[in-house]
């Protein structure tokens, strides 16, 4: 019940917010906060039991917990990044279970600081794109397109500021948000351009 | 013989040169205008059949405006033989190790030319890609990079701004240690300072498979019809949504082209002259195969044949 009227209701809003008729799924949310003490990194990775600690490799322990469904980086300074949430109040929630986790280990951990760094969305616009005729056109300057080195074409719009990744298939990646109205609106502002260079098949 | 201004005469008048003294004298009333002028002239005379190796009506090689100096500077040399005479054996090295500005740029210099000699290029591109090395490295920021890469990179962004573009492969086969990546990495640096350094007028063109097709057909050696009909199938098959890299594409046309035609060139060779995995190519084949009667030129091929071909 709670799901029809979840989705009767976004695709009511759909055209009026949204006129591309589409709107970009959030897929990955990347938040850092500040838990203000010295952490002792070995022991914590000895003591928790969902972590990982290489210091040859990286210099910080890597920590995941199921629910929501997350991994946090925390480092010796008691900086901790987490990332792998979906939406806004799942990685504050995650963010505070981790410190939760830190405080149960006997460290006085606090949350300084919780700041959203990184949005990532994407969509599909179900039909093949010109990716070569970017490059020509006046959306040069913005875009970047080398198929041998990467199949898709990185688009960086300076207004928000914001990279979408066009691969030919129609699939579209819209990453560096910092709020979530950012992705919307990077995608509305872009999607003209996509059906301008949509691939007419013959 | 010319025309001047006496100052004695006040008119123009007809004045003489006289070599043998460097004089500039007026025929009308004998006043010498200048005196020893320097002759410009060469000083020797050279014949066409005696040049040998010392010709001295030339010296030091070609300027290069993108040294500080222009290249003027004289090197003291070895000695020949052997003078085990300490002064003038070791004032060679002494000069050497003095401060030299140019010197990291005679060395990339000398190493972009070897690669683009390797790659058979002329020698536009090679001037180009140093002109763009000189412009990244006046910003010093460049340090730290791995200098295969970036020397690398330089040439690849050259021959892409003469419309003569390589595949990375290829640069990568004469840059000494740079992979792929690492000149993917250094090119898109290069390109951001080349940005900087020069507002928004850096435009290289996107890669099409047709640029490639004439390379690639030579190498394979193949003969001039069937390398009509793989430009024509190339130009057809960008109207199509292959999603493919577009040398991906070039080296599966060559393939089919090829066992079109008398000569059947077999995987492996296509993939050699290409830089091409075989699995890449068959991969490509299958993307090409449902639309081949619209890419394959009518006049080479009929449905019959292309029937022939193996199906994927």
Request: proline share 4%; with cysteine.
């Amino acid at each position: 019940m709670g799901d029809d009227q979840v989705l009767e209701a976004s695709q009511q809003v759909d055209f009026d917010n949204y006129p591309s008729g589409i709107v970009p799924i959030i897929q990955n949310i990347v938040s850092t906060v500040n838990l203000d003490c010295k952490l002792d990194l070995q022991a914590i990775a000895q003591k928790a039991r969902n972590s990982e600690y290489n210091p040859k490799r990286f210099a910080a322990v890597m920590m995941r917990i199921k629910e929501p469904k997350t991994t946090a980086l925390i480092f010796a300074s008691g900086k901790m990044v987490c990332t792998g949430a979906k939406t806004k109040q799942q990685s504050k929630l995650a963010a505070r279970k981790y410190a939760r986790i830190i405080q149960k280990l006997g460290f006085p951990a606090k949350f300084k600081n919780f700041q959203i760094q990184n949005i990532v969305g994407s969509c599909d616009v179900n039909f093949s794109i010109r990716l070569e005729s970017f490059q020509i056109s006046s959306h040069g300057v913005f875009s970047t397109y080398e198929p041998e080195l990467f199949p898709g074409l990185i688009y960086r719009m300076k207004k928000p500021k914001i990279v979408i990744l066009v691969f030919s298939t129609g699939k579209i990646v819209i990453a560096g948000a910092k709020v979530e109205d950012e992705i919307y609106e990077a995608f509305e502002n872009f999607f003209p351009v996509l059906t301008q260079y949509k691939r007419v098949q013959r | 013989m010319g025309d001047a201004y006496c100052s004695d005469c006040k008119k123009s008048t007809e004045v003489v040169f006289d070599h043998s003294a460097g004089d500039t004298v007026c025929s009308e009333c004998g006043l010498v205008l200048e005196s020893h002028s320097i002759d410009e002239t060469s000083e020797w005379r050279t014949f066409a059949n005696e040049s040998g190796d010392n010709d001295p009506v030339r010296v030091g090689g070609p300027t290069n405006p993108l040294l500080s100096d222009g290249g003027l500077s004289t090197v003291i040399s070895k000695p020949n033989g052997t003078t085990s005479d300490f002064l003038s054996s070791s004032l060679g090295r002494w000069q050497n190790r003095g401060s030299n500005p140019d010197r990291s740029l005679i060395l990339a210099f000398k190493t972009i030319a070897t690669m683009s000699d390797r790659l058979g290029l002329v020698a536009t591109i090679k001037d180009r890609a140093n002109e763009i090395y000189k412009k990244v490295e006046d910003q010093k920021s460049s340090r730290g990079r791995n200098q295969d890469a970036i020397l690398a990179a330089c040439l690849y962004i050259a021959c892409r701004q003469e419309d003569k573009p390589r595949t990375v492969k290829e640069i990568c086969s004469v840059a000494n240690g740079a992979t792929k990546k690492e000149i993917g990495r250094a090119k898109e640096y290069i390109m951001k300072q080349l940005e900087l350094e020069m507002g928004q007028s850096v435009e290289i063109g996107t890669i099409h498979a047709g640029d490639f097709m004439r390379r690639f057909c030579s190498n394979l050696g193949m003969t001039n019809q069937t390398v009509k009909a793989a430009q024509e199938a190339v130009q057809k098959s960008e109207e199509f949504d292959i999603r493919r890299s577009p040398i991906s594409i070039a080296a599966a046309v060559i393939y089919i082209v090829t066992q079109l035609s008398d000569d059947k060139k077999p995987l492996k060779d296509v993939s050699l002259a290409t830089g091409v995995a075989e699995g890449t190519i068959r991969n490509s084949y299958k993307d090409l195969y449902p639309h081949l009667s619209k890419i394959i030129p009518n006049w080479y091929a009929q449905e019959e044949d292309l029937k022939n071909l193996c199906s994927p």
